[in-house]
């Protein structure tokens, strides 16, 4: 029997218990529900209520807890995992995040230029405990971006995992790495493989653009 309790209490990236967080996961779910269902409900409300924008990275320990995502309409797929994990724990569902390596993420084809490389390092995603294991789902890719793109949006039903989006050009995305799962934002781990695989992104820090914006 695995002990879930790490899996409930906030962190500091996952802060289940911030006023915000709670509000939103209330919003979208009500006490009758069964844990998959509001689970269920928060993947589509985080998947559809912001869209995804790769293109805006804030990487500062202050930036990235779960409830900053809530004063946006936009994330990137660890903001959105994050958001996610937070509120799945604010109404009693044990969570945590996983990330890998992947090729054929959509929506990046102007970022590909820009890290020299087709593969999206740290890629993330939610792991949600229901019905005695554990689920994987990706709430990256709002609806709206992937009827611009021409693919099927990912469904999740709290039963299956939800991480192999179709892609724009065939096929779907390919999971070359995995880094595992965590109870919490592994920060100096996620800046760490960001800054050993595009190295030349963190000589021009910090980014700003009309385009594109990174900041460290």
């Not at 993420?105 to 593969?119: F, S």
């Not at 890719?141 to 299956?160: I, M, R, T």
Request: hydrophobic share 40%; proline share 5%; glycine share 6%.
């Amino acid at each position: 029997m695995q002990n879930l309790e790490v899996y409930l209490i906030p962190t500091f990236f996952i802060d289940s218990d911030n006023a915000e967080v709670v509000a939103f996961a209330q919003k979208h779910t009500t006490p009758t529900m069964s844990e998959k269902e509001r689970a269920v409900a928060l993947y589509y409300a985080v998947r559809d209520g912001f869209r995804y924008d790769p293109y805006k990275i804030d990487l500062r320990r202050e930036a990235l807890p779960a409830s900053r995502l809530l004063g946006r309409n936009a994330g990137y797929c660890v903001e959105k995992a994050n958001l996610l994990a937070a509120a799945a724990r604010a109404v009693g569902v044990p969570s945590r995040l996983g990330f890998s390596i992947v090729r054929n993420h959509i929506g990046t084809a102007k970022l590909e230029q820009m890290l020299r490389t087709d593969t999206l390092v740290f890629h993330g995603y939610t792991e949600l405990y229901l019905g005695g294991k554990w689920c994987k789902a990706t709430p990256a890719f709002n609806a709206a971006l992937c009827e611009k793109l021409g693919v099927e949006p990912l469904a999740f039903d709290g039963e299956n995992d939800s991480i192999f989006q179709s892609h724009e050009g065939g096929g779907f995305m390919e999971y070359l790495h995995d880094y595992g799962n965590f109870s919490d934002l592994p920060h100096e781990l996620f800046v760490s493989e960001l800054r050993k695989h595009y190295p030349h992104i963190f000589e021009q820090i910090p980014i700003h653009t009309k385009d594109f914006m990174f900041i460290v």
